[in-house]
Each structure stands twice: as C-alpha cells, then as structure tokens.
C-alpha cells in the first residue's frame, strides 16, 4: 500500500530547546535540585526495570521487593561505571587538568556524559554485592534482570532526543533527523538543513524488539543459569556493533575501530561463553535462586541449615 505523500513524514525533527529546561525540585528553603529530561528518561527506566526484575523474581520464589536490597549497590556502582568509562573514552575531553578543566569537571556527572558498558562492568559488580548480602544467586538476578535492562535502555535512548546528540551519518531516508546548524555537535562541513540517521530511534526498536524475543525465548526454551543475560548480552553487543559503525560523535579509535565496538565484541564473546559453558554445566532447573544455606518461604519463614523442628527436642511432660 502506498502513502499519500501528506502522510509520508518528511523528516524526524528534533525537540525545541525549551523541552530540554530541567525540572527544579525544591529540597530546602534556597536549596533546588535540576532533573534534566535526559535524567529523567533514566529515571524512568530505572523504574520499569525495577519493576520488571522484582515481577520475574517473585515468580521464581524471591522475597518480596529483595531486588531493592541488591540494587541499592548496583545503581550507584553503575552511575560510577558509567562515568569512568565515559571519560576513559573521551580523555582529551577532561584532561591535561588546567584552570579551564579541573577533577570536579572528569567525575561531574550530573553535566552529562555516560557509557552503558561502563555502567554494565558497574553495575554487576554492585548487583554481586547486593546478591552476597541478600543470599540470591547472581546468575538468577542477572537472568531475571535482562530484559528490563533493553527496556530501560530503550528509554535512556529516548533522551539522547531530546538533547539532539549521538545521531548518526546524514541521510536522505523520510526518518532522517533534524539537527540545527548550530548545534556544538553539528559536522564541520556540512551545509545546513542536512538530516542524519536518527540511531537513537534505531536502538530504541533493537532494544525493545530484544526484550520481547529474549522473553519469548526464555519461556520457550526454559532459560535459566545465567543463560537469558548471555542472550542480552549478544542482542546487544550485535545492535550496538553496527550502530557504533554509523554514529559521527566523536570516539577513541583503538586499532580502526571505536572504544564501544570493542566494548560490543567483548558483549557478544562474554555472552556466547556463558551461553556454551552454562550449557554444558546445567541442563536442568535451578532448584532454587538463593545461595546454599540461604532461603526464604513465604509467610515469613526462612530456610537455612540451622532451621530446627519440634522433633529435636526432648519431651518434659513426664517430669
């Protein structure tokens, strides 16, 4: 079927700058906080993730809200993550530290300016914590963890919209982006009016396209032992390898190819290792998510080891 050409969208346009003005939340008298909406989008995800993780979780026999425990450490780990590799990424953007760039400016998140890899090596170690200290097995958080992760990218994505940045090479296509000419991130070069390859749209149809097959497959395939994340892990690192090849911010090339590709093969590798060596380990279910000597039933009982029944006492009725 064809379109008439009134309804054939001639370009993407980008959000006006107004839309990117920050949410000021007072927190005392003279004291606000500035939400960006790119913050906010994260915000959001986070949330859906959340949600998501402690549904999956419970269906698997988890206490209730347990997924608070554990991302307590995972989220900050991950802002800290995410940050590092940014600025590891991108060191002429932060250092040699002069009068015009100081410490505050490298670790000043809040200005913008994150990786995912980052916040994924981040996170999982603050995720491992938090599933030391809560008694779950990590293999079973990262699979019940998996497909938020595509959703709540998905929406961080969204943000790079509303701040006009990380598009991708100029187009001629009807879903080309919009960038103003005078954007700091506009192409030297190029006259105005050019419209580029919008892969924040890309990647947030890869994300969540994913999250739907990885829970499709789950069910079907009966995935558990770490096997759902190794296949976040490769949809991921493929998409992201083929969008980073189209992307025209800037980057560190280490042997022709930009720092994230190489962050997006290591994805791909980590996650087909999981995937052969868990497979030949277990080919069975998990017979619970918790940690030996840890468990929980519900109604408030707790399984451990020391857990003792009346038939371990002696009776005194007859003294």
């Given at each position: 079927?064809?379109?008439?050409?009134?309804?054939?969208?001639?370009?993407?346009p980008?959000?006006?700058?107004?839309?990117?003005?920050?949410?000021?939340?007072?927190?005392?008298?003279?004291?606000?906080?500035?939400?960006?909406?790119?913050?906010?989008?994260?915000?959001?995800?986070?949330?859906?993730?959340?949600?998501?993780?402690?549904?999956?979780?419970?269906?698997?026999?988890?206490?209730?809200?347990?997924?608070?425990?554990?991302?307590?450490?995972?989220?900050?780990?991950?802002?800290?993550?995410?940050?590092?590799?940014?600025?590891?990424?991108?060191?002429?953007d932060y250092?040699?530290?002069?009068?015009?760039?100081?410490?505050?400016?490298?670790?000043?998140?809040?200005?913008?300016?994150?990786?995912?890899?980052?916040?994924?090596?981040?996170?999982?170690?603050?995720?491992?914590?938090?599933?030391?200290?809560?008694?779950?097995?990590?293999?079973?958080?990262?699979?019940?963890?998996?497909?938020?992760?595509?959703?709540?990218?998905?929406?961080?994505?969204?943000?790079?919209?509303?701040?006009?940045?990380?598009?991708?090479?100029?187009?001629?296509?009807?879903?080309?982006?919009?960038?103003?000419?005078?954007?700091?991130?506009?192409?030297?070069?190029?006259?105005?009016?050019?419209?580029?390859?919008?892969?924040?749209?890309?990647?947030?149809?890869?994300?969540?396209?994913?999250?739907?097959?990885?829970?499709?497959?789950?069910?079907?395939?009966?995935?558990?032992?770490?096997?759902?994340?190794?296949?976040?892990?490769?949809?991921?690192?493929?998409?992201?390898?083929?969008?980073?090849?189209?992307?025209?911010?800037?980057?560190?090339?280490?042997?022709?190819?930009?720092?994230?590709?190489?962050?997006?093969?290591?994805?791909?590798?980590?996650?087909?290792?999981i995937?052969?060596?868990?497979?030949?380990?277990?080919?069975g279910?998990?017979?619970?998510?918790?940690?030996?000597g840890?468990?929980?039933r519900?109604?408030?009982?707790?399984?451990?080891?020391?857990?003792?029944?009346?038939?371990?006492?002696?009776?005194?009725?007859?003294?």
């Amino acid at each position: 079927m064809t379109l008439p050409l009134s309804l054939v969208p001639a370009s993407i346009p980008s959000p006006p700058p107004e839309w990117q003005t920050p949410i000021s939340i007072p927190l005392w008298p003279g004291t606000v906080i500035n939400i960006h909406t790119y913050a906010l989008c994260i915000l959001v995800g986070i949330v859906i993730a959340t949600w998501l993780t402690e549904v999956r979780l419970r269906k698997r026999g988890v206490e209730p809200w347990a997924v608070v425990d554990i991302l307590i450490f995972a989220v900050p780990l991950g802002i800290v993550g995410a940050r590092f590799w940014h600025v590891a990424t991108h060191p002429t953007d932060y250092f040699p530290f002069d009068e015009t760039r100081t410490l505050l400016d490298a670790i000043a998140i809040w200005d913008g300016g994150g990786a995912i890899f980052g916040a994924l090596l981040g996170g999982a170690l603050g995720a491992w914590i938090g599933c030391r200290i809560a008694g779950i097995r990590f293999l079973t958080f990262l699979d019940a963890v998996a497909p938020g992760l595509l959703f709540a990218q998905a929406l961080g994505r969204l943000g790079n919209w509303f701040n006009h940045e990380l598009f991708g090479l100029p187009t001629t296509l009807p879903w080309g982006l919009e960038i103003s000419a005078d954007n700091p991130a506009y192409p030297v070069g190029f006259p105005e009016g050019v419209l580029f390859h919008p892969t924040f749209l890309y990647e947030i149809i890869w994300n969540v396209i994913g999250a739907v097959a990885i829970l499709l497959l789950e069910r079907r395939l009966q995935l558990q032992w770490g096997k759902v994340f190794a296949l976040y892990l490769i949809w991921y690192g493929i998409g992201r390898a083929w969008l980073e090849a189209i992307r025209l911010d800037p980057s560190e090339i280490v042997l022709g190819l930009r720092i994230n590709d190489w962050g997006a093969i290591a994805a791909i590798v980590l996650g087909l290792v999981i995937l052969v060596v868990q497979s030949r380990r277990h080919t069975g279910r998990e017979s619970t998510p918790y940690r030996p000597g840890r468990g929980w039933r519900e109604g408030g009982a707790v399984d451990s080891k020391e857990t003792f029944s009346d038939a371990d006492f002696a009776s005194t009725a007859a003294k």
